[in-house]
């Protein structure tokens, strides 16, 4: 292509192969002999179910989904989930827990709380989400109807490197960060949810996997569009489903699938998000807020603790081609996201332009 990209170390949305683009871009106006854009076709239509079909047993493959959990393809982003999860499972004993280790974390609570009684298991606000809890930091209520947490917390940098032993209790995780990043246990999870525009397709399609045992204990006034059975029971399609950002889900999960699963995905976001933290470790400009042993493979946060010097590394990041690499608008600095998308190459420039820019203004 003519065109020329750039690194895009924006938080979400964010980059995509650029070999799924091309493909999509080959099919626009015709899928594959159809005559019509997967935009254009209906949502009952045989070539849509079997784009559908094949994207739900490609993402079963890849994530390694039992049999025993359903997977859905819903609208509303992950915050639409931040009060399914409540409407869907506080029935079972009106209480919940909740792990908040950042922002996303605290929108999911404040949601809870409409709906039950909420138990803060752990919190690191006292030092600014900087860090992850331990195990044994954790209050856990055995009588929980489920314990929450956030994978990988988008914002501050950092990551559970760990799932939390809860007994008994099911486990709602918002991973819409860091999925398919590395190879992720899902028996031991009630609901995982994401929104698919940091590291799946484009914004518009939530995945969410859900045990089947969990179904069908939502609070009766649940909308039925919030109602996970209802869901389930119309395989997603209660109505129109978002099928083009279904449809780029599957391109992408053949990327995934063509590029060493989600085992190389790991191994590329490992050495990524190494090489920036390696060059961070090593600067005297610049450090990295989030602790070592909690830190994202996903989104490397760093800043010098000078606001202007920050502005104008984002500035000259922009100009060289590295965009959208300014921290959160709460927490400032600087942010490189690295999904599952960008290039190890893209890591590699922008820590050699992480070096020079320390040379010139040392
Ligand atoms: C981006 C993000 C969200 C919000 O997702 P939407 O799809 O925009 O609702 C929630 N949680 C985490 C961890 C995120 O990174």
Request: aromatic content about 10%.
């Amino acid at each position: 292509m003519a065109t020329k990209r750039v690194y895009n170390f924006s938080a979400g949305p964010s980059m995509l192969p650029l070999e799924v683009l091309e493909k999509a871009g080959s099919e626009i106006t015709s899928y594959r002999g159809s005559g019509q854009s997967v935009m254009e076709m209906s949502h009952r239509s045989k070539v849509f179910l079997s784009i559908f079909n094949k994207t739900k047993e490609d993402f079963a493959r890849l994530f390694a989904v039992p049999d025993d959990y359903e997977i859905l393809f819903l609208q509303g982003g992950a915050t639409l989930e931040f009060a399914a999860a409540p409407m869907n499972l506080m029935t079972r004993t009106g209480k919940a827990d909740y792990a908040i280790t950042g922002s996303f974390a605290d929108k999911a609570l404040k949601e809870a709380k409409k709906y039950g009684s909420v138990n803060i298991s752990a919190t690191t606000a006292g030092c600014n989400h900087t860090r992850i809890p331990s195990q044994s930091e954790l209050t856990l209520d055995p009588d929980a109807s489920y314990f929450y947490y956030c994978a990988n917390n988008t914002i501050e940098g950092t990551e559970w490197h760990y799932i939390p032993d809860t007994g008994r209790v099911p486990i709602v995780c918002d991973m819409s960060s860091n999925i398919m990043s590395y190879p992720v246990d899902v028996s031991k999870f009630g609901i995982i949810f994401a929104g698919a525009q940091k590291n799946l397709a484009p914004a518009g399609v939530t995945v969410v996997v859900i045990r089947k045992d969990l179904l069908g204990a939502a609070f009766p006034y649940t909308p039925v569009m919030l109602d996970l059975a209802a869901m389930v029971k119309d395989d997603s399609m209660h109505n129109t489903p978002p099928c083009w950002a279904i449809y780029m889900l599957g391109l992408v999960l053949e990327w995934v699938e063509e590029n060493g699963g989600v085992a190389n995905m790991e191994a590329n976001r490992n050495l990524r998000s190494s090489i920036i933290y390696d060059c961070i470790d090593n600067s005297k400009l610049f450090r990295c807020p989030a602790q070592k042993d909690a830190r994202s493979g996903m989104n490397v946060t760093f800043l010098s603790g000078n606001d202007e010097l920050d502005k104008k590394f984002i500035a000259e990041a922009q100009e060289a081609g590295f965009v959208n690499i300014g921290g959160h608008r709460s927490v400032g600095g600087m942010r490189a996201s690295m999904y599952n998308a960008m290039p190890i190459e893209g890591a590699e420039k922008l820590a050699d332009f992480i070096k020079s820019f320390e040379k010139r203004n040392a």
